[in-house]
Structure formats: structure tokens, C-alpha cells
């Protein structure tokens, strides 16, 4: 199983939210047939565009509440975001909340135009990322 996470602002393009998401999907060695699950705030689940990439790529949508994604532990917190959002990270912690327990962060969060994408999956950690 594996599981995008995506933070992004208010009216975010399908467009846009393509293009980071297959950067990072590029960057951790995987291709959209691979992922199941695109995992974000639920504020940002309800927004037409996170719901066209989910849809249109066959993957299911997982929306989180800030609360819950503020008790996930993440190697990437942002205090920006947190005054923003009500929790430190969005991306890194919805892909880990989403993929469980057992799994990992395989790709930290990564920036593209606003948009902040990080992947997970079921399993240990395979590679050592850098942090951002």
C-alpha cells in the first residue's frame, strides 16, 4: 500500500496538483499505478481538484482532521503551517496517519508551487531521504 499526502492552498488546479505529485512520485522510483490512497487535511478533501486527481487516478481519498494529523509524528514540522492549519504538518502526516502504524515515510515532503507532496508506505523505510 502505498500513500500520497498532499497540503495545499484553497483553490488549487487539478493541473498543478498533477504535476507535483508525479514529481514526487518520479523522485521516490514509483508511478501512479502504484499508490492506492491520496491522504489529506479534510478541509482540502472537499476541494474539486483533490477530488479530480483522486478520482481520476483510481485512488481512494482519505480526508483527516487537523487534530488527528497534529498527533502524528513527522521528521518535517512546520510552525507556519501549524499557525495556519492547527497542525504542523499536512503532507508527511496525512501519508503516514493514512498508511498505519507499520508503515513509513519513503519520500519527505517535497514543494512544488504551493503544494506540498510526501509519500508512505506499508513497511519499513527503504531509503534515507534528506530533509528538506
Known sequence: MVVVGIGARAGVAAADLCVAVDAALAAAGLTVSDVTVLATADRRAAEPAIREVALDR?????????????????????????????????AEAAALRAVGPAGSLILPKQKHAGITVAIARLGPRTRDWPVP
Open 58 to 90: 483510481g485512488w481512494r481519498l482519505v480526508a483527516l482532521r487537523a487534530a488527528e494529523l497534529a498527533g502524528q509524528d513527522v521528521p518535517n514540522p512546520s510552525r507556519v503551517v501549524a499557525a495556519a492549519v492547527g497542525t504542523p504538518s499536512v
